[in-house]
């Protein structure tokens, strides 16, 4: 039995909407119809978001991140969920959500983190650092599409990247602040991940400690092993070693198996955090 949406609609209604911002066909609905892509990828994503200092203080200095990082990151989930297969209006009743909570965060950090010395300001609503979580998301969604569910051809990732320009236009990032094609987005990660502003700090060592030790949310338990792995094995080299995470090929097999296994549990987690309206994400970050 499909699970019913708050709307009226059901998950299959809303594939074959055409009231969104998106087609039925288009490629941001069938990367994000694979249950694995937000099940696999959430772990990566939030530690290379944190990767940066001044995403990982903003995170630390205004959330509850060791109560609510879960139920943030399903919040997060949703507000992508209803601004891909919800009516406009939904869409962009999300994104201004998400934007009211990014200006309330911003301050000072207190200490030196990474490059950055005591002081320095920082913002949600900052161009550069909204670029770099809208990144995240871009880079750990193809990386496990790629991985576990199949492949896009050169032209499909293409569209998949200008559909999610349009995502983080809604979530309030500049287009001047977007890279304006697929290579120039890849050449931005590469510039990111070597150079000095990206590297892993105490704030995010204790964010990643949630992410990797705490005990996960009832419905997602199942998951965990799956998540631990693919963690691991989607961080690029030097952040994942600046973590203290261990990957070789002795690893690759168990997460291939978990992944298989997590495809049969995926669909019912999925429901639980697909069960939501625009209203409820008053409070997403």
């Not at 094995?233 to 690759?252: F, Q």
Request: hydrophobic share 45%; net charge positive; proline share 9%.
């Amino acid at each position: 039995m499909q699970p019913v949406e708050p709307s009226g609609r059901t998950h299959a209604e809303r594939l074959a909407s055409r009231d969104g911002y998106f087609a039925p066909d288009s490629v941001i609905r069938r990367v994000g119809n694979s249950p694995l892509v937000p099940l696999l990828g959430g772990g990566p994503a939030v530690l290379l978001q944190v990767a940066h200092p001044l995403v990982a203080t903003g995170v630390v200095s205004h959330s509850n991140y060791k109560h609510e990082l879960w139920p943030r990151l399903l919040r997060t989930l949703r507000a992508l969920y209803l601004i891909t297969y919800g009516t406009r209006e939904e869409a962009e009743v999300a994104g201004e959500a998400v934007r009211a909570v990014h200006a309330h965060v911003h301050g000072i950090t207190r200490d030196q983190l990474g490059p950055f010395p005591a002081g320095t300001p920082y913002s949600a609503s900052d161009p550069e650092l909204m670029m770099w979580v809208h990144a995240t998301l871009v880079e750990t969604s193809l990386a496990v599409y790629r991985r576990f569910v199949g492949t896009l051809a050169a032209d499909e990732e293409e569209t998949y990247y200008r559909e999610m320009v349009l995502v983080a236009r809604l979530f309030g990032l500049p287009s001047a602040a977007v890279p304006p094609s697929l290579a120039g987005f890849r050449a931005y990660m590469d510039r990111q991940v070597r150079g000095p502003e990206i590297c892993v700090t105490g704030p995010a060592r204790e964010v990643a400690n949630v992410i990797l030790d705490a005990p996960l949310p009832a419905p997602l338990r199942a998951l965990a092993p799956a998540h631990r792995l693919s963690t691991a094995a989607l961080l690029p080299a030097r952040i994942r070693e600046e973590y203290g995470l261990h990957w070789s090929r002795a690893h690759a097999l168990p997460l291939a198996l978990a992944a298989r296994s997590l495809r049969v549990l995926a669909v019912p987690l999925l429901c639980a955090a697909r069960r939501v309206s625009p209203s409820e994400l008053s409070y997403a970050a």
